[in-house]
C-alpha cells in the first residue's frame, strides 16, 4: 500500500494536471507523428444519412505459452460489413500464431509478416503482428467496399512505426481512386492538453458552451512526414454519448461531411456516440480465455507429439510468481 505522503504528493501534482490552466498540446503516443495545430474551436455537428456500405475492422490478441525469453501468442482480425443498416457478414478472421523470441525467430517471425521494406534489423512483438494483419484485413475492406462508402477502423491511422509509410500511403490512395472514407476511432486516446486528458477537457468546454446534449467536432492536428496525410479531429458523435472520441480521417476528406455520416452509425442505444460496427466487430476479434486454453492445449499436445516431454514444457511456461503469490 502506497505511504499516505507519496499519496497525497501523486494526488496533488495529479490535481494539478487535471484542473491547471496550462494549454500545451501533445501526445503521449510513443513514436507519435502527430502535429497538434488544431485550433480547438468546437465546431456544431449535424447528422446525414448513414453510408450505404459500411465496412468495421478491428484485431484481437492472446498470449498462449509464456517463457520470457521465448511467447507463442495468436492475433486475429475481423471484419464486418453493414449494407443499407443491416449486418451481412461477420468474419472473424483467422488465427496467426507466431513464436516470438531470439534472433532466429525473429527473422522467422520478420518473413512470416511478409511487408516489403521492413527493416530486417526491427524487433518484432505483439504489436507489429497485429497490426500487419489488421491492416491487411482494411486494405481488403476498401477494395471490397462500394463507392461512397466507409471503412471504419479500430484506432488510429498509425499502423505500427515499424511498417513502412507507404503501406498506409498506398491503401489511403486506393480508398481515395475508389471514393471509399476510411476513419479511425480511438476509445482511449493519449492525446493531452497541458499534461491532462485533452478529450476530457473538450468534453467539459462543448457542454459549457454548447450545451449538454451537443454533438460537436474540432481539428486537433495531423500526421507529418511521409505517412499518407491524415488529419486528426475530435468528435462527440450523439446527444446521449457520454464521450467525445478520437477520428482519423485521410487528408482528403472533408470533415464536414464524413463526420455527419460517421454520427448516423453511432446512436445505437447500448453505445450511444460510438459507431455500432466497430462495436460488433470488436466482439468478434476478441481472443477470450476459453479461446486461449484451447490453443494452448493444441500447442501442448503438437509439442507432445514433437518429443517434448511434460516436465520441459512445465519448466518453460510455469509463471514461477503465480505460484509465490498467497492469497
Not at 474540432?218 to 500526421?223: A, D, F, S
Request: aromatic share 6%.
Amino acid at each position: 500500500m502506497a505511504t499516505t505522503s507519496t499519496l497525497e504528493a501523486a494526488a496533488d501534482r495529479l490535481a494539478a494536471l487535471l484542473t491547471g490552466a496550462a494549454t500545451g498540446l501533445s501526445d503521449a503516443r510513443p513514436n507519435s507523428l502527430l502535429e497538434l495545430d488544431g485550433d480547438l474551436r468546437l465546431r456544431p455537428l449535424g447528422r446525414a444519412d448513414a453510408p450505404g456500405d459500411v465496412w468495421a475492422v478491428d484485431g484481437g490478441q492472446a498470449m498462449v505459452a509464456d517463457a520470457r525469453c521465448l511467447q507463442v501468442i495468436v492475433t486475429r482480425s475481423a471484419r464486418v460489413r453493414f449494407r443499407a443498416g443491416v449486418c451481412d457478414l461477420e468474419e472473424e478472421g483467422d488465427l496467426q500464431a507466431v513464436l516470438l523470441g531470439g534472433s532466429e525467430q525473429r527473422l522467422a517471425a520478420l518473413a512470416a509478416l511478409a511487408v516489403d521494406g521492413i527493416d530486417p534489423s526491427s524487433s518484432v512483438d505483439v504489436n507489429l503482428v497485429r497490426d500487419r494483419w489488421e491492416w491487411d484485413a482494411v486494405s481488403r475492406s476498401v477494395q471490397q467496399c462500394e463507392a461512397g462508402g466507409m471503412v471504419l477502423v479500430d484506432g488510429d491511422l498509425q499502423p505500427d512505426w515499424r511498417i513502412p509509410s507507404s503501406f498506409l500511403r498506398d491503401v489511403l490512395a486506393t480508398a481515395r481512386d475508389r471514393e471509399v472514407v476510411v476513419a479511425g476511432v480511438t476509445k482511449h486516446s493519449s492525446l493531452a492538453r497541458g499534461g491532462a486528458p485533452l478529450l476530457g477537457w473538450l468534453e467539459r468546454e462543448g457542454e459549457t458552451a454548447l450545451g449538454d446534449r451537443a454533438t460537436w467536432w474540432t481539428p486537433v492536428g495531423r500526421t507529418r512526414g511521409d505517412v499518407g496525410g491524415v488529419q486528426v479531429v475530435a468528435a462527440r458523435l450523439d446527444p446521449d454519448a457520454r464521450f467525445a472520441f478520437r477520428v482519423d480521417l485521410p487528408e482528403w476528406v472533408d470533415p464536414d461531411a464524413a463526420l455527419p455520416a460517421l454520427r448516423a452509425l453511432s446512436d445505437d442505444a447500448a453505445f450511444p456516440g460510438y459507431p455500432y460496427p466497430l462495436s460488433v466487430v470488436d466482439g468478434l476479434a476478441a481472443c477470450p480465455g476459453w479461446l486461449r486454453a484451447d490453443i494452448r492445449n493444441q500447442l501442448d499436445e503438437l509439442l507432445e507429439r514433437a518429443g517434448v516431454p511434460l516436465d520441459v514444457r512445465d519448466r518453460a511456461f510455469t509463471d514461477r510468481h503465480s505460484l509465490m503469490e498467497r492469497s
